[in-house]
């Protein structure tokens, strides 16, 4: 099983940005829905974003949408999660996820002055 790989994560202030990488080899990864989502202390998963195929359709969470956004890179398998204008309310822990398949062990985000 194709097991993806998040790294990124780390400190920093509100208003910030930081990029999150999520690298994965194996067959048809290049073609795999990739999931981004996050789980904040003391609350349940939640969904942040997508991205179908080579890049054709993505999507985020309303809770997000104009500050993050997602893509790949289908040359060096890998799928970004651009975060831009960060809050402290998205402190959490990032997971990609290999839709149908494998999660991440997950990269922490902490947004914190």
């Known amino acids: 099983q194709v097991q993806p790989v998040e790294s990124g994560g780390g400190l920093v202030q509100p208003g910030e940005s930081l990029t999150l990488s999520c690298a994965a080899s194996?067959?048809?990864?290049?073609?795999?829905?990739i999931d981004w989502y996050r789980q904040r202390a003391g609350k349940e998963r939640e969904w942040v974003a997508s991205?179908?195929?080579?890049?054709?359709?993505?999507a985020v969470a309303d809770s997000v949408a104009g500050r993050f956004s997602v893509a790949r890179d289908t040359a060096k398998n890998l799928v970004y999660l651009e975060m831009n204008n960060l809050q402290r309310d998205d402190t959490a822990v990032y997971y990609c996820?290999?839709?149908?398949?494998?999660w991440g062990q997950g990269t922490q985000v902490t947004v914190s002055s």
């Open positions: 996820h290999i839709r149908g398949g494998a």
């Open positions: 194996g067959f048809g990864f290049s073609e795999d829905t």
């Open positions: 991205i179908v195929g080579s890049g054709r359709s993505a």
